[in-house]
Each structure stands twice: as C-alpha cells, then as structure tokens.
C-alpha cells in the first residue's frame, strides 16, 4: 500500500478537482460505467481482499453483525456495480440554473448549482461505501479522500485501486478518488484539520466516530446520525401488516442504520399483536425486551430498562414501549430517537398524518419497513450516508446534497453609484 503523506494526498486533490469541477457530464458518465465494469472485472480480486479481512475480524471475535457490514458477495459487488451504473443514468446536477432574475439597474442576477470541492468521507467497516462516494462525489464534480476502518483496509484498498484504473483507462485523473491507508488515530485526527484542502467532512459509522469527527475536527462536518429507529403500530392497525412490517426492518439486516429498534404499540391491541409478534421474531431468535404492561402480556419479554429505550443494538434485541395514545408514542419517540427513521402502522389516515407532523426525524414512513431509509431505494443510485442534522441535507444524501450554489451575474457595463 502506498506510503503517500497526508500533505501530498491533499495537494494531488486539490489539482484533480480543478479537473472535476468543469468536467462535461458525458465524460463523467462515461467513466461511471467504466468503474463499474471494473469493478465486476475484478471481482475474484476484491473477494480475496475481503476474505483477508473478514478472516481477520472473525480471528478478533467482532460481532456478528459487524462482520455482515464489512462481508462483501458477488451479490454485494454486483449491486456497488449497478449503484455506479443508476448514477450515471441521473440528471447531472452540476451547471443547473436554480434561479434568474433582473434588478431595476438591469443586472440579472442568478443561483448556479457547483460542486463543494474536496469531500473528506470517514467511515467504518463498510467497504461498499467506497464505491457508492466515489461515484456520488464524481457525479457531482467533487473529489473525494477516503479514510475507511483497519477492519476493511484490504477490501477498501482493491475497491479504490479498481476505482483508479477505471479513471486512469478514461484518461481522468486517478486522484478523484484516494484511500488514506493509515488507519491510526492519529492521522484520522490530522484528516480532520486539513482545511487547506479539504472542503467537507462527512462522518459514516456509530455514535462514537460521529461524536469524534464533529468534535475534533476544524473542517466543516456534515453530520450522520446512528438509527434508533422505532415503529408504532396503532390502535387500527392491521396485525398481519405490522408482523411483516416490524419483522423486515428487525432482522432483515440487524447491523444498518436503518433497521428498527425500539417497537410503541397502543395498549389496546398489544394482547392481540404481541404473541403473534414474539413467534414470528423467534424464527430469528429475537430478544425482546419491554415494559410492564408488554410483560404482562408475553412472559418470554424480558424486563426492559430506560437505558433501552435510547439504545441502537445493532444486534437481534428488540425494545418494546406500550402507549395509551397516538400523543404519547410520538412524544416517547422524539424523546428518544436518533433523528433518523420512524414508522407508524395504521388504519387511521387522521392519525397518519399527525405522526407525519409530529415526528421530528429525517424519513417518516406510513406502513411501510424503515430499513427503505436508503440512496439505492430512493433512487438516488448511492447515498454518502444519512443525514441526520437539519443544515444543509437531511436524510439519504444524493447528488444535489453534495452540491453548493454560487450567484452569477450579468451586467452591461453597471457601476454601483
């Protein structure tokens, strides 16, 4: 792996995103669907780089679903291929003219959509998240600099090279992507206060990294948030809807963001919902943990404490809240959510749209699994993560949230008098 300094990461950048920023959309897209051939070209490569690494973290007795994250398949592989090849079928946003208006003294004045620049990504386990930023930040004229986990270093490392060799065979500049192999601390915190290059930092990973990122670091920080995501099921919902429902976005993948955590039902249908749900989870070997009022109802529930309630377990283990009201599950939910996926099941379309209102959260679904809260189902080809702060983007972040604007303007010859 290259011994290249920070310094010189950030310079190579910086020259590349000159490139970038003018590059016409044909030639963007072009090389989107080289690096996805690429990367289905080298897929044996990639695997035994991700065998190396999933070896490793098993050796270490990483959690379950941890591992899951970091596993690629060809499945996996193919699907970061189709992500690169569903960007370059969108809209480039770059260049779009947002807005354009001519002041009393004659100049027109208008909004022009850029790119940011350089976009810093730090991120943990994941290795498709290197190819999804790179082709979210290509398409949108940015340069991006990776500094992934010493979990997935091998399988990040063969991503970025296959990445690179695409660029270089569309004769662009291999630094529109580049991996910082230095997994130390020390060097993350460095990335962070690389101003002189660096334009944005975007933060992908559990509470602490984010917590760190937006902490330590002097360059600007779009913030993505961990998901304690959490289902309500109404008093008129239907049961065998919500079963299904709360059963995908638990175990359908346990170690994503977007998968539920925390179960709200209403007190009068947790007899009727509760057994039925607990069999279904139990094909999954699901811990269930609730209060009282749930408790009474199944003896298999274990006791929950208020700890729970806030907790993202990433893990089969389930909380469960009952409410005497739709006012009480939304205030128990925006006290302990994570700003990320909420969901309500219900018959009741007044009820619907007061949860709508009343959840303060990035996505907010009506019978439907939170595990949707996602760039590829959004249609978005990718996502950089999910934001869950309200400056700048909010939820799964496509290409229009990693742009900027600029005002230009014409005149004929004004001086300001």
Known sequence: MSNITLEEIGQRAKSAEAVLRVLPASRKNKALQTAADYLMANMKMILEANSADVDEAKENNMPPALVDRLLLTEARIAQMAEGLRQIAELEDPIGEVLSMKQRPNGLLIGQKRVPLG?????????PNVTADAFGLCFKAGNVVILRGGKDAVHSNYAITRTLQDALLKCELPQDAISLITDTSHETAEKFMRLNDYVDVLIPRGGAGLIRTVVERATVPVIETGTGNCHIYVDESADLDMA???IFNAKTQRIGVCNACESLVVHEHIKDKLLPRLL???KEKHVEVRGDE???SVCSDILSATEEDWGTEYLDYILSVKTVSDIDEAIAHINKY???HSEAIITKDYGNSQKFLDGIDAAA??????TRFTDGFEFGFGGEIGISTQKLHARGPMGLKELTSTKYIIYGNGQVRP
Not at 118 to 126: A, C, D, L, N, P
């Open 243 to 245: 079963v299904e429902i």
């Open 279 to 281: 069999q279904k989870l």
């Open 118 to 126: 350089v976009i810093g990504i730090i991120y943990e386990s994941r």
């Open 293 to 295: 009022a749930s408790r």
């Open 364 to 369: 907010v679904y009506v019978n439907a699994s």
């Open 337 to 339: 959510n994570t700003g």
